[in-house]
């Protein structure tokens, strides 16, 4: 069923997804793939903790703060928003 990468293909997927949930839930990923190409993984799923989501906002924002560059004028931007 798995190969030793732990892909599997869409249809044996969908044939043992019960046996995916078991690995999953026992820490595997798998990764799903459709005519050898990977088009979705199956990851344990990992309840955050808040001040993880926090951080990574203040991340995202800092990304794009660094993005930015010059003087930065809001009206400018909400006046370009319009005209589309």
């Not at 798995?2 to 839930?25: C, M, P, W, Y």
């Not at 993880?52 to 991340?59: A, T």
Request: no cysteine.
């Amino acid at each position: 069923m798995l190969t030793k990468n732990n892909t599997i293909g869409t249809f044996d997927a969908k044939t043992h997804l019960s046996q995916l949930l078991e690995e999953v839930r026992n820490g595997n990923k798998i990764t799903i793939t459709k005519r050898g190409k990977p088009i979705a993984r199956l990851i344990p799923f990992r309840k955050e903790k808040k001040h993880e989501s926090i951080k990574e906002i203040l991340e995202t924002f800092d990304s794009i703060r660094e993005s930015v560059k010059g003087k930065v004028n809001i009206k400018t931007y909400i006046a370009e928003g319009r005209k589309y």
